[in-house]
């Protein structure tokens, strides 16, 4: 069974960082495609960023990149968005996806959309404010 539980939100200051954590099991995470989204109230979720598998690239939305940081560690299951000098427009809900196509992110060229990933964690929520 593929599960995917996100931690390591919270609320922080402008400026200040917060690692995301994505622990999965049920699925060897070489052979999938990540994602993190992240939606706020009354927004539609988006795409913050994406990994593929080992060597196959990363991807970043223009509002993160320089920011954010994603990676992978295969070999205690877990993938993280390293988050630095946040905002308070980064204030939502982060949720990781992942999808059994392990080139999808490099392939599409960017973070495909989010009904493209069958498996969601619950989120975890980060609030920006000052």
């Known amino acids: 069974q593929v599960q995917l539980v996100e931690s390591g939100g919270g609320l922080v200051q402008p400026g200040d960082s917060l690692r995301l954590s994505c622990a999965h099991s049920g699925f060897t995470l070489d052979y999938y495609a990540i994602g993190w989204f992240r939606q706020a109230p009354g927004k539609e979720r988006e795409g913050v960023s994406c990994?593929?598998?080992?060597?196959?690239?990363?991807y970043y939305a223009d509002s993160v990149k320089g920011r954010f940081t994603i990676s992978r560690d295969n070999a205690n299951n877990t993938v993280y968005l390293q988050m630095n000098s946040l905002k308070p427009e980064d204030t939502a809900v982060y949720y990781c996806a992942a999808e059994y196509r392990a080139l999808m992110c490099r392939i599409v060229g960017g973070i495909p959309p989010p009904n493209e990933y069958t498996y969601w964690g619950q989120g975890t929520q980060v609030t920006v404010s000052s």
């Open positions: 990994i593929s598998s080992t060597g196959g690239g990363t």
